[in-house]
């Protein structure tokens, strides 16, 4: 999902970052340290951060600053989620292997050692793959790389986000 940065100074607009700068939560918190060493507070510029969503949600500079430095990627994601709904589409999730689903609907050919798909909603999922006794997990991404995680819920956060921007047909 793409984020963007406001920065203000003394109340008034100066600029804002491109959605496409930060299309992860990692970007995002890279390019956040960026502009918060640049556009230091006590010099009167405001920060805030914005998930690219309708509507959007924004996050202050001190909850983000703050959530940020702990340094947790799925913190970040937790600041742009309800809770309650998230924890709805975590339920709707069905397990499938690679041999259940159809290489047309996943594009299961594009992956090598996908050991498991996990479904959350049509055109939703999660890929699990094995390799060399490591499991990953792949969020398949069509404009921009894939996102690739140890951490199912991490990209599950991720994957919540998109669909919350764009419902299934």
Do not use: W
């Not at 959605?19 to 960026?34: E, G, R």
């Amino acid at each position: 999902m793409p984020y963007q940065v406001s920065i203000a100074e003394n109340g008034a607009d100066l600029f804002r970052t491109s959605p496409y700068n930060a299309f992860t939560v990692q970007a995002l918190q890279s390019l956040f340290t960026l502009l918060d060493a640049k556009f230091p507070e006590q010099e009167g510029y405001t920060l805030t951060v914005r998930r690219c969503e309708s509507p959007a949600r924004s996050i202050r500079r001190a909850t983000f600053g703050a959530t940020a430095a702990a340094g947790d990627p799925k913190r970040l994601l937790q600041l742009f989620v309800e809770d309650e709904a998230f924890q709805a589409f975590r339920q709707r999730r069905e397990k499938f292997g690679p041999q259940e689903c159809g290489d047309d609907e996943t594009g299961l050919d594009d992956y090598e050692h996908v050991t498991e798909v996990i479904f959350y909603a049509p055109g939703f999922y999660i890929l699990q793959t094995i390799e060399e006794d490591v499991v990953s997990y792949v969020l398949p991404a069509f404009s921009i790389p894939d996102f690739i995680s140890h951490d199912l819920e991490e990209l599950e956060y991720e994957l919540y986000l998109a669909y919350t921007e764009r419902p299934p047909f």
